[in-house]
């Protein structure tokens, strides 16, 4: 049996210029095996006046998908009945969604109740989830699986072996203006999109998996000048690797920043073991959790 990839990760999320606060969070977790794998994770809180407690929100979803996606690899893990691949790719498409955003707007309300404001003074939970409403983007790599789910705005971005950059959860229509699906939305769980991706040949699995919020995205005056943003992350990263390139990266996000106004944040996972010049960490955080705000 080959052995299972190894991935080299980096994180940042970068204030928006005139913000505030950062409403962002990332997490990234595992080493990518069947018993521990790669998880990615970014949430961006909305952040405007309606949305003032959105970066706890943010906070909570990343740490909520985390624990999710752990208990859904202890799935992919046992194999000895038949038919579990169906019935995790069922579990995948709705039942993580639904237990995600069950979680999620429990949490939040529980929130509320231990630190309510006077300003503030919903009389319902709709108008209480609002106050942390924020995006969720999430992503699982195992040896032989890849799947991503994604709830709002922000970009799933895939870079193949042969260097195509792929957009696998991207809307089929654009949303329009500053609106974005939200964890805050009554049924948000049916919002969710879900990448389902299996990798019989682990040598074909994803060279780059990289999720980012929209404040990457916004930066560039066209969908081809993000894609090729991605394109030329990629060749770098096949040269120098991520400690090659893991001080640039940082300046690039603050250049977007500048142009977007928003909040910017970039969790990437590069194969390490796809030539080039990688000679980190292979797992990136395989010794624990990383996270930033």
Not at 71 to 76: K, L, Q, Y
Not at 157 to 179: F, I, K, N, S
Not at 199 to 208: H, I, N, Q, T
Request: proline letters at 7%; charged letters at 25%; aromatic letters at 6%.
């Amino acid at each position: 049996m080959s052995a299972p990839p190894a991935w080299e990760t980096f994180h940042e999320s970068i204030q928006g210029v005139n913000k505030a606060r950062n409403q962002d969070r990332c997490l990234v977790q595992g080493a990518g095996t069947a018993r521990d794998p790669l998880i990615l994770t970014v949430a961006d809180g909305h952040g405007s006046a309606s949305y003032p407690r959105s970066h706890v929100g943010a906070h909570y979803a990343t740490d909520l998908f985390a624990n999710r996606a752990r208990e859904f690899v202890t799935s992919v893990a046992d194999r000895d009945r038949a038919g579990w691949r169906g019935r995790l790719r069922d579990y995948a498409r709705i039942g993580l969604p639904e237990r995600l955003v069950r979680d999620w707007q429990s949490e939040v309300l529980r929130h509320w109740e231990r630190d309510p404001t006077p300003d503030e003074d919903p009389k319902s939970p709709g108008p209480i989830l609002r106050l942390y409403g924020s995006t969720l983007i999430g992503a699982v790599l195992t040896p032989d699986l890849f799947v991503a789910w994604q709830l709002g705005d922000g970009e799933l971005t895939v870079v193949d072996g042969d260097g195509e950059v792929r957009l696998p959860l991207a809307p089929a229509r654009a949303e329009l203006g500053d609106e974005t699906a939200s964890l805050c939305m009554r049924n948000a769980w049916r919002s969710v999109r879900v990448h389902w991706e299996p990798l019989p040949d682990p040598a074909r699995a994803p060279r780059l998996v990289a999720l980012s919020t929209d404040g990457l995205s916004k930066s560039f005056v066209s969908d081809e000048g993000f894609t090729e943003f991605a394109a030329g992350l990629h060749r770098r990263l096949t040269e120098r690797g991520v400690p090659g390139v893991s001080e640039d990266i940082p300046g690039w996000l603050a250049e977007a920043s500048r142009h977007s106004g928003d909040d910017t944040t970039l969790v990437l996972a590069r194969r390490a073991d796809g030539g080039g010049g990688g000679r980190g960490n292979p797992g990136g955080a395989a010794a624990g959790a990383q996270e930033k705000a």
